[in-house]
């Protein structure tokens, strides 16, 4: 994945964002977070994993995958709040061999950890667990930047149209 550029892209959104709304030097990092987390949980939402007493199927890959890279946009810019977009990073991801819903609520358990330690590890730990969802949702790393760089031209025409 070419996470200089989806950091770089993020940045770039994020900067865009705090000056259209005046909201330069304010510290935004758990507003952040708590928008991973709902984020995290729309997604959920889309995949029904979770939903035991219905029937009906999950959504469409394609919104499934719109609702993934909505987590990216929100670690990538927690990741910049850290400076983290600053240092190289590798990412390793394995196979998890949790299911959908354990992994869903590794990933919260992850965030929450990550939160209150701010941790270059927990951060990368945080990601590389996120992407283990994504292999899970049978998403590949080109699957995720096309959506990614789709999203991101979304999210610039919603800022310019008062979103």
């Not at 984020?39 to 959504?59: D, H, Y």
């Not at 959908?100 to 209150?116: G, K, M």
């Amino acid at each position: 994945m070419q996470l200089e550029k989806l950091f770089q892209l993020q940045k770039g959104l994020d900067s865009h964002i705090e000056e259209k709304h005046g909201l330069q030097g304010e510290d935004l990092f758990d507003k952040k977070v708590l928008a991973l987390l709902v984020e995290i949980g729309e997604l959920a939402n889309e995949t029904r994993c979770f939903k035991f007493w219905s029937v009906r199927s999950s959504s469409s890959k394609d919104v499934i995958l719109e609702e993934f890279v909505d987590g990216i946009h929100f670690i990538l810019s927690i990741g910049i709040v850290c400076g983290f977009d600053q240092q190289p990073i590798t990412l390793q991801v394995d196979e998890s061999d949790l299911s959908e819903t354990e992994q869903f609520l590794r990933i919260y358990e992850i965030v929450s950890i990550f939160q209150h330690s701010k941790l270059w590890t927990d951060y990368i730990q945080l990601f590389e667990t996120y992407l283990q969802l994504a292999s899970k949702l049978g998403f590949k790393n080109n699957d995720i930047e096309t959506a990614y760089f789709k999203k991101n031209e979304v999210n610039y025409q919603r800022q310019k149209n008062n979103y």
